[in-house]
């Protein structure tokens, strides 16, 4: 069992930068890939960012690219999601998620055994 909480969302104006953090309990995050996924409303869940066991691989969605940044702290057992240059279109529910089966990561949803519940990012234009 993987207990996953979010924590560092809130209203910023674009252009503006926030840290997520996603501290996990039961189990070490260096155990397992560990994912970013957003939802805004009336859209489905989509892939944000995600790192591999080792924490040597990282993949981010196009649409973030070069603005997120994805890191683990394994002595703090919590994964962060630095977000610089924020943009209205960022305004979403923010979730992280483990998947315990693979080293590598993963970009679909339904692979990810443990999610949390989610911390609102609000972008103003």
């Known amino acids: 069992q993987v207990q996953l909480v979010e924590s560092g969302g809130g209203l910023v104006q674009a252009g503006g930068s926030l840290r997520l953090s996603c501290a996990a309990s039961?189990?070490?995050?260096?155990?397992?890939?560990t994912g970013w996924f957003r939802q805004a409303p009336g859209k489905e869940r989509e892939f944000v960012a995600a790192?591999?066991?080792?924490?040597?691989?990282?993949g981010y969605s196009d649409s973030v690219k070069g603005r997120f940044t994805i890191s683990r702290d394994n002595a703090k057992n919590t994964v962060y999601l630095q977000m610089n240059s924020l943009k209205p279109e960022d305004t979403a529910v923010y979730y992280c998620a483990a998947d315990i089966h693979t080293y590598y990561y993963t970009r679909v949803v339904g692979e990810y055994d443990y999610w949390g519940q989610g911390t609102q990012v609000t972008v103003s234009p």
């Open positions: 039961g189990r070490a995050v260096s155990s397992y890939a």
């Open positions: 790192i591999n066991r080792s924490g040597g691989s990282t």
